[in-house]
């Protein structure tokens, strides 16, 4: 589970992509303020489900838009021993897989696709291998978005969930 919680923020990192019409179309992008993009902002974990042991002291992630029309993400973990995890990508909405920068050391890249403006797909991998699919998908007040996690080496594919709440 304590490696479940940074995968989770991980895959959030990426989770601010604009839609797929929007991905071939910079300006689209850039034509809406950006609060008016679901994803764009930050998020913090509800952690407060999870066993106290395995509950990390933060997890939080940024989206930013950049003007090419890929999305910058910023992801933090603190563990429950206060050591902490960053990442960070800049993808666009293709399924070509990106590399992620930072010291979270069981993934290496990421791939999304954006069915709608509040739902995002994405692949998180290590070393050519799929990690996990997850879908986010942003709840229509703007102020909580959900996490769908099936993990690739699961063989029952049972899905976890996840809440993150808007910080800003």
Do not use: C
């Not at 703007?142 to 996840?162: A, F, G, P």
């Amino acid at each position: 589970m304590l490696i479940a919680i940074p995968m989770a923020a991980v895959g959030l990192m990426v989770a601010a992509a604009p839609s797929a019409d929007q991905a071939g179309t910079p300006d689209a992008v850039y034509s809406a303020a950006p609060k008016q993009l679901p994803l764009v902002g930050s998020w913090s974990l509800d952690a407060s489900q999870m066993p106290e042991k395995e509950r990390p002291q933060r997890v939080t992630m940024t989206f930013q838009p950049s003007h090419d029309g890929k999305w910058t993400t910023r992801v933090e973990v603190v563990a429950p021993d206060g050591s902490s995890r960053h990442s960070e990508s800049t993808a666009a909405l293709d399924g070509v897989p990106v590399p992620i920068t930072g010291n979270m050391d069981f993934i290496d890249s990421v791939a999304l696709r954006q069915p709608a403006p509040d739902t995002l797909v994405m692949t998180l991998g290590k070393a050519g291998t799929r990690v996990s699919t997850r879908v986010y998908t942003v709840a229509k007040d703007l102020k909580s978005m959900t996490e769908t996690i099936v993990w690739s080496s699961d063989n029952r594919q049972k899905l976890e969930t996840t809440l993150f709440n808007r910080i800003d």
